[in-house]
């Protein structure tokens, strides 16, 4: 990943808002209890999975999960950290990073070191409970364009959230206006055509409601922006 550069950002709404209770976002997933079962891959899923988030490294004490497709809901989930927990009281704290084609729904496939806080390997397969809570991540998020991404077509993804990404918009014009992006199952925001320019600014909402802008965002081809804060 290219050197970020270092971009000034505001909350707009400063104080985060209550997890919205199971129903309300993401098919359910969000602040509702969650039962399913958990196995463990040894892939990247990292800087190999479907989230795309490579060069990224996972902050301390977070581990790495894959996200069954039946709640993958267009790549919505990535980025999110679910709370993990067994029968017997062990409990982890997880960020879905990749997907789980053809598991079960509420299935997590667990990095294995993830898997062997709850259990020994050989188990294989556990029952578990979950809940997507926040990271906890003290260090900003950043913004990251895609491979190719340019005045003329436009792809920015949002790495190292507290928070789960509702929605990401641009604006040209100091923040007069704001112009909505696509969500891509690959855990990108895209506008086919661009914004005309590779200096934007841009505004995060999480989906909690807050929302956090970032000014002087470079959206040229795999740059990489340093926000001054998370939610």
Known sequence: MAA???????IVSAAPAALPSAGD????????????????????GVQDGTCSFSGYTLPSSIFGTALSNSNWNNGANCGACAQVSVPGGKSIKA????????????????????????????????DVQWNIVPCG????????????????????????????????EVSTDGGKTWQETTRTYYNFFEKDGGFGSETVDVRVTSLTGDKLVVQNVNSGSNAATTATSNF
Do not use: R
């Open 95 to 126: 960020m879905i990073v990749d997907q789980c084609p053809g598991c079960g729904e509420n299935h997590l496939d667990l990095f294995p070191d993830a898997f062997s806080e709850l259990a020994a390997l050989s188990v294989g397969v556990l």
């Open 25 to 44: 976002l993401l098919g359910g997933v969000l602040g509702g209890s969650n039962s399913g079962q958990a196995t463990y891959y040894t892939t990247n």
């Open 137 to 168: 991540i003290d260090s900003p998020l950043s913004l990251k364009a895609k491979d190719g991404s340019s005045q003329y077509w436009f792809s920015m993804q949002v790495v190292n959230s507290n928070l789960p990404i509702k929605a990401l």
């Open 4 to 10: 970020a550069a270092l971009s000034s950002a505001s």
